[in-house]
T-cell receptor, first 114, second 114 residues
Framework: NAGVTQTPKFQVLKTGQSMTLQCAQD?????MSWYRQDPGMGLRLIHY???????DQGEVPNGYNVSRSTTEDFPLRLLSAAPSQTSVYFC?????????????FGPGTRLLVL | AQSVTQLGSHVSVSEGALVLLRCNYS??????LFWYVQYPNQGLQLLLK??????LVKGINGFEAEFKKSETSFHLTKPSAHMSDAAEYFC????????????FGKGTMLLVSP
């Protein structure tokens, strides 16, 4: 199993551009989520999904959009990039939505918005 | 609402010394607690988790943590530090009756000197 994969590893955007961060898992996990990591802030939840076709907002959803058309994929869309969205983005998945489940993290995407 | 406080953004120890990383949580419902480790330029990896079965939890790489409800703490310890333990450590909490969404602390960077 490849686990949780993320592409691209690194991206530079100009303010106002849009892009999609890809996340895929091959473990047939029900639950998937996106976090952003900023220095001294820990990780903060952006959006999550408890199954195909079901998504919900986390702590910092503004400026981001998600969809979940398949169990495997959970892309994160930046609608109009802003410098405040410069961050490292992590996708995670777990077997179920139960809160005791271990979450498995991808390697991250580093995004720089100029 | 839940929150996690990690005391000390940086902790320095000598190789062979005791490692103690502090985590205190706030939760209005019974929590599940997790410690994750992040090595440079990598995603997060689970060290251990408390899911109410036993208050002393043993994890990978010789780490353990004790859940103390009266102190609302879940400190991470290791008897003897190794150079390979140098990394950033995150404490996280989830709601026992909610989804698998994690609230993270801000992280503690562990520095190990020879």
């Amino acid at each position: 199993n490849a686990g949780v994969t993320q592409t691209p590893k690194f991206q530079v955007l100009k303010t106002g551009q849009s892009m999609t961060l890809q996340c895929a898992q091959d473990m047939n996990h029900e639950y998937m989520s996106w976090y952003r990591q900023d220095p001294g802030m820990g990780l903060r939840l952006i959006h999550y999904s408890v199954g195909a076709g079901i998504t919900d907002q986390g702590e910092v959803p503004n400026g981001y959009n998600v969809s979940r058309s398949t169990t495997e994929d959970f892309p994160l869309r930046l609608l109009s990039a802003a410098p405040s969205q410069t961050s490292v983005y992590f996708c995670a998945s777990s077997y179920s939505q139960s809160s005791w489940e271990t979450q498995y993290f991808g390697p991250g995407t580093r995004l720089l918005v100029l | 609402a839940q929150s996690v406080t990690q005391l000390g953004s940086h902790v320095s120890v000598s190789e062979g010394a005791l490692v103690l990383l502090r985590c205190n949580y706030s939760s209005s419902v019974p929590p599940y607690l997790f410690w994750y480790v992040q090595y440079p330029n990598q995603g997060l990896q689970l060290l251990l988790k408390y899911t109410s079965a036993a208050t002393l939890v043993k994890g990978i790489n010789g780490f353990e943590a004790e859940f103390k409800k009266s102190e609302t703490s879940f400190h991470l310890t290791k008897p003897s530090a190794h150079m390979s333990d140098a990394a950033e450590y995150f404490c996280a909490v989830s709601d026992m009756w909610g989804y698998s969404t994690l609230t993270f602390g801000k992280g503690t960077m562990l520095l190990v000197s020879p």
